[in-house]
């Protein structure tokens, strides 16, 4: 079955920083992409961050440019995404999904329609 499971929330202060992982498992994880998305209450899932595992060819939502970075390990099956200089608007519940390597070659904001599976996901509290 294939799975995803993130991990690596917490609450911090406003310019801390957090690194989350995803691992996945039940695939060829080189052979797809890996997208972080997040949902604050009353708020729509929005796209964060995907990386392309063969290439590295990442994509990152303007808001997060400079302070977010993506990486993966494919022997461990892993995509992090370290988070620095957090800001109370990126109070969220982070989640890791899966899309075909496609998309994420595009570093383009591919939405949630074009991912098929998802984490649990993960909750992020910056305090200010």
């Known amino acids: 079955d294939v799975q995803l499971q993130a991990s690596g929330g917490g609450v911090v202060q406003a310019g801390g920083s957090l690194r989350l992982s995803c691992v996945g498992s039940?695939?060829?994880?080189?052979?797809?992409?890996i997208g972080w998305f997040r949902q604050a209450p009353g708020k729509e899932r929005e796209v964060v961050s995907s990386?392309?595992?063969?290439?590295?060819?990442?994509y990152y939502t303007e808001s997060v440019k400079g302070r977010f970075t993506i990486s993966s390990d494919s022997a461990k099956n892993t995509v992090y995404l370290q988070m620095n200089n957090l800001k109370p608007e990126d109070t969220a519940k982070y989640y890791c999904?899966?899309?075909?390597?496609?998309?994420?070659?595009?570093?383009?904001?591919?939405?949630?329609?074009?991912?098929?599976?998802w984490g649990q996901g993960t909750q992020v509290t910056v305090s200010s």
């Open positions: 999904a899966r899309t075909e390597a496609a998309w994420a070659r595009l570093q383009a904001g591919v939405t949630a329609a074009y991912y098929d599976y």
């Open positions: 039940g695939f060829t994880f080189a052979d797809y992409g």
């Open positions: 990386i392309s595992v063969s290439d590295a060819r990442t």
